[in-house]
């Protein structure tokens, strides 16, 4: 199967990391998870990714991925239609509360800022 366009990268950029595919179809988007440049298998270790690795509705693919807490590896792309979509799901995720914030949570949430918004947000 195609993988299709990278939504989002995660991780590493050499390609260690996770990453959401997502294909156009006639219905929309088709989504699917990659951990390390492979589709992980049923009870993979490598990020507990659900066996059933496609998702029709953005939704059902992140909260597949909120498993394996991809908003608090380092952002490395954002496909430019998901970017809203994207800082939304990030925001209502990692974005700390002034009691709970560290330095890690603020230079995470930074760089999907800047993958999300553009290097001058």
């Given at each position: 199967m195609d993988d299709g366009e990278r939504i989002l990268v995660a991780g590493a950029e050499e390609g260690d990391g996770l990453v959401?595919?997502?294909?156009?179809?006639?219905l929309g988007w088709l989504f699917h998870p990659s951990w390390a440049g492979r589709r992980p298998a049923a009870g993979d270790a490598a990020g507990a990714l659900p066996a059933p690795d496609e998702f029709r509705d953005w939704e059902s693919a992140l909260a597949a991925l909120d498993?394996?807490?991809?908003?608090?590896?380092?952002?490395v792309l954002v496909h430019p239609e998901f970017r809203d979509r994207v800082w939304a799901a990030v925001t209502s995720r990692l974005a700390p509360e002034p009691a709970t914030a560290d330095a890690y949570s603020e230079r995470l949430l930074q760089r999907w800022r800047e993958r999300c918004r553009?290097?001058?947000a």
């Open positions: 959401l595919y997502g294909r156009r179809t006639p498993g394996c807490a991809w908003y608090r590896l380092p952002a553009g290097a001058g």
